[in-house]
């Protein structure tokens, strides 16, 4: 890859992109287009149909792969279009092994679809590593790792699991959307495969749905872009364009998010009302030294919750914020709020949910990139 050597800042505004061959554009355009004039038969210049291919998404494709640092990037319809990928890459009786607080919506795809289809999901505290290798058998195919963890804040230890998936023979597949390629690169801790929700940090503006995979290994993408093209959940090239705009930005973005959320985190550690505060920054999370090893930042999503654990007052609360917007998503340069028990995590049962942590109070911040006073302000009137 021509860009590896560079670093972040520059490949984010970079990689992947050439000037527009036919007009110099220095933005990649939209190829508002489903098929492509062809010379002769099979004589075309790259591009058939775009289903398969399109120029605006191929961008976008080679700049997240080279931002991953890894060789080959799929853009689909949405963050679950993309692990919708990663599991059709598997056959009945294979079994994953998953972390046990994970986004709601990956949870619901592993349980209700792809259960009977004979795939066996196991869903496990990974917080200490030694606790998953008890679930490995020859079954195992799949390992499944989101860090941190959504709404909990955990942090997994990537280096780790991917030793227990090459003893095991599996992959290692992450979920890098609270991260970002800017804190976190999980293809150079050892995974095989990266996705992404580019719907919130990547596209970085709450404007798009979009999902991401990026691989190093080429039987690896083969296979991914076999699926890509034969299920069709691909993405769209104006979407494309949107968040290729979007992390051309990324790095100034994060570096803001990660000030507001440090700020804000320590004033509700400090807040009276507050109960618990989940936030890998903080010395005293369980998996803090794991967090400073393989993040180089520890973001902008925080979750805390109250004294005395009422649903009742994390309603108040929530509808008490002025700035910040109750809104399902997160990643975008405006700060949102939300309650998991009855959003984001209505569809895990409230028994399976509470073990993970999401209790009743708990609430979760996706803290943007206004001024971090206002933002203190805000949640300080709403919590009075
Ligand atoms: C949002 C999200 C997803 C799902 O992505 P969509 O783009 O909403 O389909 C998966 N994982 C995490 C961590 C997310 O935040």
Redesign the pocket.
């Known amino acids: 890859m021509e860009h590896t050597n560079l670093k972040p800042a520059t490949k984010f505004i970079h990689a992947g992109l050439t000037p527009d061959p036919a007009t110099g554009a220095i933005m990649t355009p939209i190829y508002q287009t489903s098929t492509y004039v062809q010379d002769g038969v099979g004589n075309h210049k790259g591009y058939e149909y775009s289903r398969t291919l399109n120029p605006t998404r191929h961008a976008l494709e080679k700049n997240i792969a080279a931002i991953e640092n890894g060789n080959y990037g799929a853009c689909f319809g949405?963050?679950?279009a993309a692990i919708d990928c990663v599991i059709k890459m598997l056959n009945p009786g294979d079994e994953v092994i998953s972390t046990n607080d994970l986004?709601g919506?990956?949870y619901r795809i592993f349980k209700t679809i792809f259960e009977k289809y004979g795939i066996k999901f196991h869903f496990v505290p990974m917080g200490d590593p030694s606790a998953v290798a008890q679930y490995v058998n020859e079954n195992t195919r799949l390992i499944w790792v989101?860090t941190p963890t959504?709404p909990m804040m955990n942090i997994v230890d990537i280096k780790a699991m991917a030793a227990i998936a090459r003893e095991a023979g599996a992959l290692l597949a992450v979920?890098n959307?609270?991260a970002t390629p800017y804190l976190q690169t999980p293809l150079d801790l050892g995974a095989d495969i990266v996705m992404h929700?580019a719907?919130?940090y990547l596209g970085g503006h709450s404007d798009v749905?979009?999902?991401i995979l990026v691989v190093k290994d080429e039987k690896l993408a083969t296979e991914m872009y076999r699926i890509q093209n034969s299920s069709g959940a691909v993405t769209a090239p104006f979407d494309s364009f949107l968040v290729l705009r979007g992390i051309k930005t990324l790095h100034v973005r994060m570096q803001r998010h990660c000030e507001n959320g440090e700020r804000i985190a320590h004033f509700l550690k400090s807040h009276p009302k507050v109960d618990k505060v989940y936030w890998p920054g903080f010395e005293d999370h369980p998996n803090h030294e794991v967090a400073k090893a393989q993040m180089s930042g520890f973001g902008g999503m925080i979750s805390f919750s109250l004294k005395g654990n009422k649903l009742e007052d994390a309603h108040a609360i929530v509808s008490k914020v002025k700035i910040f917007a109750l809104a399902e998503s997160?990643g975008g340069v405006e700060s949102l709020i939300g309650h998991p028990a009855t959003m984001t995590h209505a569809s895990i049962p409230k028994e399976e949910r509470e073990k993970s942590g999401v209790v009743d109070s708990l609430i979760r911040l996706s803290v943007g990139i206004e001024d971090a006073g206002d933002l203190v302000a805000d949640l300080e009137q709403a919590l009075a």
Do not use: A, I
């Open positions: 949405s963050g679950l986004y919506g990956t989101e959504n979920d959307t609270f929700s719907t919130k749905v979009m999902g997160l």
